[in-house]
């Protein structure tokens, strides 16, 4: 038996399907819960040696290789011994059962719904508060255009990080590629940030989550505009070759190689422009605006991302479906006799 059972597209379908149903619960033993905590335990030995820069820069390649290889090598290890075992079935199961883990589109939509139910009672303060947990910013400062343009710039972001990456991966090399994946992530998201020391510390994190997310950002904006671009265009009453081109020219317009990608799309399909600056730590950073529509957002634009995005993540399924349908369809002959 393979070590390398994500390969299996029956298993993805499954693991995706789970994931669109249920999305990834966070138990005890999560697999991203134990690789920010390993991750947090050397984070904390390393900037109680030192706060020089090169010796952090060295230190944070060493951070994300332990994390990442420790995981890796743990789930080859894993699978091996349970195909040596002769379990099968088991070797099945915790493929989909990981992988549905490590999926978090469903997640994703719950945590940013969470900011619009307030939003659509009135209650700007409880909108703050579960905008806060999904960005970085300073949410008690934003009025309600910025909880909307805060909770959106979040769900298209991750409309790559959370569904399309993983996935990428699981269909590369199946659990161990997939895990090796999210654990760059997840350094990334816990120590890659511009100011010190994590400048230094999680400069290698960053690099190589850009490396790795760059295919899978420009999967996502093209799915996304090949889905949704037309039915947009519509509702824009404009022609979808603008559509394209309003996305295509915004989507480096943001600090990250990849993050621009979907956001820029999210922007077109929408008719709106997010991005522009926030206030970080009490400190406003300067970002640039990703689209060319409306800035006073309203609450209608956040329940049409959503929905965009609960339609993008039930199009992976189906996607995933089909893949998991072609190997019978052409071992069987079927249709392609």
């Known amino acids: 038996m393979s070590v390398l059972p994500g390969l299996n597209p029956g298993l993805i379908f499954a693991a995706v399907l789970a994931d669109a149903l249920w999305g990834g619960q966070f138990y ?3 697999p991203v819960r134990a690789m920010g905590g390993m991750g ?10 030192t706060q020089r820069p090169l010796p952090l820069r060295l230190l944070g390649i060493l951070l994300v290789t332990l994390v990442s290889g420790a995981f890796v090598g743990g789930s080859v290890v894993a699978f091996w011994g ?3 075992s002769g ?7 915790l493929t989909v059962l990981w992988g549905y883990q490590l999926l978090a589109g469903r997640s994703l939509e719950a945590h940013v719904r969470a900011v619009l139910i307030p939003l659509e009672r009135g ?3 409880g909108a703050r508060r579960a905008l806060s947990s999904i960005v970085g910013r300073d949410t008690e400062v934003l009025d309600g255009a910025g909880v909307i343009r805060g ?3 979040s769900l298209s972001e991750n409309a790559n990080d959370a569904l399309t990456a993983p996935l990428f991966f699981f269909y590369l090399g199946g659990i161990p590629a997939l895990t090796g994946y999210k654990a760059v992530s997840t350094m990334d998201s816990q120590v890659g940030y511009k100011t010190p020391p994590y400048r230094d510390l999680g400069w290698a994190s960053a690099r190589l989550d850009d490396i790795l997310a760059f295919v899978p950002a420009r999967l996502t904006l093209v799915m996304l505009l090949a889905w949704f671009g037309p039915g947009a265009a519509r509702d824009r009453n404009v022609g979808f070759e603008s559509i394209v081109r309003e996305a295509w020219k915004y989507r480096l317009c943001h600090p990250s190689p990849n993050s621009g990608l979907p956001m820029s799309a999210f922007a077109a399909l929408l008719g709106i ?3 522009g600056g926030a206030v970080y730590g009490g400190n406003w950073v300067e970002k640039p605006w990703i689209g060319e529509g409306r800035s006073d957002l309203k609450v209608e634009d956040l329940r049409r991302g959503i929905r965009i995005f609960r339609h993008f993540r039930w199009g992976i399924c189906v996607l995933a479906g089909i893949l998991a349908l072609l190997p019978f369809l052409f071992r069987s002959g079927g249709i392609f006799r």
């Open 273 to 275: 422009r997010i991005g």
């Open 151 to 153: 909770a959106l710039e």
């Open 82 to 84: 349970i195909s040596c």
């Open 28 to 30: 005890r033993l999560h």
């Open 123 to 125: 209650d700007l303060p």
């Open 40 to 49: 947090r335990i050397l984070e904390r030995s390393f900037l109680a040696r």
């Open 87 to 93: 379990l099968p079935l088991a070797s099945d199961l």
